[in-house]
Each structure stands twice: as C-alpha cells, then as structure tokens.
C-alpha cells in the first residue's frame, strides 16, 4: 500500500522549514534511505516516527497526519 498524500506532506513540511532530507533524516537519527522512501510513500512509517518528524518540523502530530486518517 502506498501512502502518497502524507508522502506528500511529509515532503512539503520539510521544504517548507527549510531542510533538506539529509538534514531532517539526521535530525530524526534515520537514514536518508529511509526518508527518501517515506517521502515517496512507499514505506509506512510507524506512529512514533511520524510524532518526531512533527516535532522536530515544529507542526502537530494531527496537521501532518489529518488527510490519511492516521491520527
């Protein structure tokens, strides 16, 4: 299953703070590999993931997740 909007999403928010992906993965102690795959949602990331990549962009759990029915 593919997971496209919050890609999508993911890969927005991250722009628009400013980051590149090297920088968030380290930031989130992930590989880049992993990133990269989330943000073309093919890779279904767990909810504590998903709560650190909204913390650490400074948005809520909720605004990254609200379309995909996740939170």
């Known amino acids: 299953m593919e997971y496209v909007q919050l890609a999508q999403r993911v890969r927005a928010f991250r722009k628009l703070k400013g980051y590149t992906q090297q920088e968030l ?3 989130l102690g992930v590989s880049v590999a992993v990133l990269g795959s989330l943000e073309r949602g093919t890779r279904k990331p767990d909810k504590k993931l998903l709560m650190r990549i909204s ?5 809520s759990y ?3 997740v609200a379309e995909n029915g996740e939170a």
Do not use: D, H, N, Q
């Not at 913390?55 to 948005?59: D, F, H, K, V």
């Open 55 to 59: 913390a650490t962009l400074g948005i």
């Open 25 to 27: 993965a380290k930031l």
């Open 62 to 64: 909720e605004e990254l």
